[in-house]
């Protein structure tokens, strides 16, 4: 069994930390909150303008923004921090992480919690209840499981988008934005009727980034839309795959980064 | 004249030593650039042919020239200025022989004038070659389009460099940032253009300085805005670009006589 009580000592003590200046907590949390609610202003000024769009109404729409929120704040929550990767490796106080008996990536991801992405997050189960209350939903069980089912693949995805592009840090440091483009890029697209995406940028978001499985084909699912080609209904039961093939790249990404990391000669 | 000339060289010269950043900046942009426009065009076809002036082709040019001018003008805000005030290095500003703000001006223009060549103009490039663009209708809308971008490089600047400069009577200015950034984008129309907003939301754009950051470029570049109309929006610009300037020197002078460093 591993014991986990370092991981816990240093969570706790971030947590500690961050909750020692309030003033700066609260901006921060209202600043997340503010994130959020511009996010979905864009939803919302859309469907000012439209009735449907990519095949979802305005609720549909604003089932899968909660949906892809929820998860993409948790995960960045939880390894967001990973995102400053380059900082440490440029400064070399990653070598510190290296010569300690835990494993480097279970290390780097109880380093940090930003707790301030909850303002972002509740925003988001604000509008998935919404949502929810909205829509003309047949409740069963296997709906509740694939809701459940879903936030939980969701988060795995993300947080492996983070962990493999903490992996990619390795390579290009100078280029960190490079790995943007399908962190903040997946969690955008992820919020997206895919039905919007021509075919080619559609299966890449489902099948290479899979970000569709995040939001999308579970609320195709739940409110029982037709599915089509790309999006049949039950490719929605397929989000706990799609997160296993994530997490199965994302593994690689960080053996190959942290192996080829020579130290900084510090 | 020449110093200010020497000094945006400066800043061109700083930001093109990280070449890969840009390159990788350039990539991200187009990725948002994608979606984005995905996006947008399916509204536009749902809701018909066009919404608030915007056809398909327009609103391509709209987002493409928008992720292209996204390194460019400064949308988000810069800390530099906040952190010398906070650490009292501002002081060496001060005794330099320059004005200060011009200072940081001259080399806000050289940082954009790098980013719009070497991680807007790919972006705006693959854009094209993807999409139907509108191009801009005229020889005047290019050269005035260009003129409004570089006007909306300085409001951006004048304005991220007065949130900066609150900084001597409150030292932390990280949440006054937060609130700039997260308005910023949305109110200069990065998202959705601003002619999509409900009537409210729209009047209250426009009473800000936000659209003269990149709405209003995008708006004569994307030829949504032609003939006798860009010379207006251009004064609006104009005026933004000159009372944001002022209040900054306002704002530096009494702030200067505020400052006490602490040491020697």
Redesign the interface.
Request: no cysteine; charged share 15%.
């Given at each position: 069994m591993v014991d986990l009580t370092p991981y816990r000592a240093i969570l706790r003590s971030r947590i500690r930390a961050q909750l020692q200046y309030r003033t700066?907590f609260v901006?921060?949390i209202?600043?997340t909150v503010?994130?959020g609610l511009?996010e979905l202003?864009?939803v919302w000024?859309?469907f000012?303008?439209?009735?449907?769009?990519?095949g979802l109404d305005f609720t549909a729409a604003l089932l899968v923004f909660a949906l892809s929120n929820i998860c993409f704040s948790i995960a960045d929550m939880v390894v967001g921090h990973l995102d400053q990767l380059p900082t440490y490796i440029r400064a070399g106080t990653i070598d510190a992480f290296y010569v300690r008996p835990l494993p480097l990536l279970a290390q780097f991801m109880s380093s940090e919690i930003s707790l301030r992405r909850i303002g972002r997050l509740t925003v988001a189960i604000i509008v998935l209840a919404i949502a929810l209350a909205r829509a003309e939903i047949a409740w069963d069980t296997a709906t509740v499981v694939l809701l459940i089912l879903s936030v939980l693949s969701g988060t795995a995805i993300f947080s492996a988008l983070f962990t493999a592009a903490g992996g990619l840090q390795f390579f290009?440091v100078?280029?960190?934005?490079?790995t943007?483009?399908?962190t903040?890029?997946g969690s955008?697209?992820a919020q997206?009727?895919q039905?919007?995406?021509?075919d080619p940028?559609r299966i890449f978001w489902t099948f290479v980034v899979p970000t569709a499985f995040v939001a999308y084909l579970p609320a195709v699912a739940i409110l029982d839309l037709p599915g089509n080609v790309l999006a049949p209904t039950w490719l929605a039961w397929c989000t706990p795959l799609a997160a296993v093939f994530a997490w199965v790249v994302a593994g690689s990404c960080w053996r190959a980064g942290t192996r080829r990391y020579q130290g900084a000669g510090g | 004249m020449r110093t200010f000339a020497l000094l945006v060289r400066a800043g061109f010269r700083r930001h093109s030593t990280y070449r890969l950043a840009l390159l990788a900046g350039m990539t991200t942009n187009s990725v948002f650039g994608l979606i984005r426009a995905s996006v947008l065009v399916a509204a536009v076809t749902a809701a018909g042919t066009q919404i608030g002036g915007y056809d398909a082709p327009k609103v391509l040019a709209f987002v493409w020239w928008g992720q292209a001018l996204l390194g460019a003008v400064n949308l988000w805000g810069f800390q530099e200025v906040g952190d010398r005030v906070r650490t009292g290095d501002i002081a060496i500003d001060f005794l330099r022989p320059l004005n200060p703000q011009l200072t940081y001006l001259a080399g806000d223009l050289g940082r954009a004038g790098i980013n719009l060549i070497l991680r807007g103009a790919p972006a705006l490039l693959i854009g094209a070659l993807l999409y139907d663009l509108a191009a801009p209708p005229g020889l005047d809308s290019w050269v005035l389009g260009l003129v409004s971008v570089v006007i909306a490089v300085v409001v951006a600047f004048a304005a991220s460099f007065i949130v900066n400069l609150l900084a001597f009577w409150v030292i932390e200015v990280r949440g006054i940032r937060l609130v700039w950034m997260i308005t910023s984008g949305f109110l200069c129309g990065l998202y959705v253009p601003i002619p999509w907003f409900p009537d409210w939301l729209r009047t209250l754009a426009q009473w800000t300085p936000f659209p003269a950051m990149l709405q209003n470029p995008l708006d004569i570049l994307s030829g949504r805005v032609d003939g006798g109309a860009i010379w207006m929006t251009l004064a609006g610009q104009l005026a933004w670009g000159a009372v944001l300037i002022v209040v900054g020197q306002v704002v530096l002078h009494r702030g200067r006589r505020r400052l006490e460093v602490q040491g020697g």
């Open positions: 700066s901006t921060d209202l600043g503010g994130v511009t202003a864009e000024v859309i000012h303008n439209v009735d449907v769009l990519g290009v100078d280029g960190a934005e490079f943007n483009a399908f903040y890029g955008y697209a997206q009727p039905r919007v995406f021509p940028l | -």
